[in-house]
């Protein structure tokens, strides 16, 4: 069998890469696509096959999928492009009539997020295609807040609009080996998988986990949205990703990352992993 993995120069689909390779899949079946060319070739010392993979270019993704058993669609990141990139990846993925996983958002199909719309076109997309496939709607990643944890080791303060809303987030390993599981298996076929961390946590509770690692206090300062637009964006950031950072902690006020039913551990047979663990390894503690 060969899969596929899109996307696997980028943090998530490299320990995708890897966690197959831990399953014992044989590293000819896998092919490894992505556009950075020095990644690739890390990725090949591995024994796995490479390939230019461009959303925008159907030609690589024609090549890439040539002979594919299963297709991993991991997300693009260029936000507001990703709905065309990702039927450029489902256009190709029916051109061989392969099976297609694809990394989403929780409840992409109902919620107010402001990652949700692309996500839900992209499913949308999925549901007219005729192909066979199975949707991850991942959670936050937890590596998303590295800059706040190292920031708040070493500052004592947290800056935040979340309130006392919580996330359930996952480690990108923890998404990695539910994507490598599900593409092994067909017992996953057509599902939707929401999934998310064990133990949700607020913000207050990253503080005090930052705390006790650390060993020194960090305390939270909440603000209201434009309080903290303008706060990111005297930090230097610009407009836009002040907007939207902002725009993801009033989410997350709103419960919108909050839940999770433990869809995620069941996948891969093991609590994910807790908070405080990926926190004093992030900090060497």
Request: no cysteine; glycine share 10%.
């Amino acid at each position: 069998m060969t899969i596929v993995i899109t996307g696997a120069t980028g943090h998530l689909g490299r320990q995708v890469v890897e966690q197959l390779l831990a399953r014992g899949v044989d590293p000819s079946t896998i092919v490894a696509g992505g556009r950075n060319e020095e990644a690739l070739g890390m990725l090949a010392s591995h024994g796995v096959r490479t390939a230019r993979v461009d959303y925008a270019d159907a030609t690589t993704l024609d090549t890439a999928f040539a002979g594919a058993d299963k297709i991993l669609l991991i997300s693009g990141n260029e936000v507001g492009q990703r709905s065309v990139q990702h039927k450029a990846v489902i256009d190709a993925a029916r051109r061989v009539d392969a099976p297609l996983v694809y990394t989403s958002a929780p409840k992409a199909s109902t919620s107010a997020l402001v990652l949700a719309p692309e996500h839900k076109a992209t499913e949308g997309l999925l549901e007219g295609s005729g192909l066979t496939y199975t949707v991850l709607r991942n959670n936050w990643y937890t590596e998303n807040y590295d800059d706040t944890i190292r920031q708040a080791a070493s500052t004592g303060a947290i800056l935040t609009s979340a309130g006392d809303g919580s996330v359930a987030s996952a480690t990108r390993r923890d998404y990695a080996e539910a994507a490598a599981v599900v593409l092994l298996s067909d017992e996953y076929t057509g599902e939707i998988l929401e999934l998310g961390g064990d133990e949700p946590w607020t913000m207050e509770e990253l503080a005090a986990t930052v705390s006790d690692v650390a060993g020194n206090h960090v305390t939270v300062n909440q603000v209201s949205t434009d309080e903290h637009i303008a706060a990111l964006k005297g930090f230097g950031l610009d407009e836009g990703t002040a907007g939207f950072v902002a725009a993801i902690d009033a989410n997350i006020a709103d419960g919108l990352l909050a839940e999770s039913d433990g869809s995620l551990s069941r996948t891969i047979g093991r609590p994910t992993t807790p908070l405080k663990q990926y926190v004093s390894e992030l900090l060497g503690k």
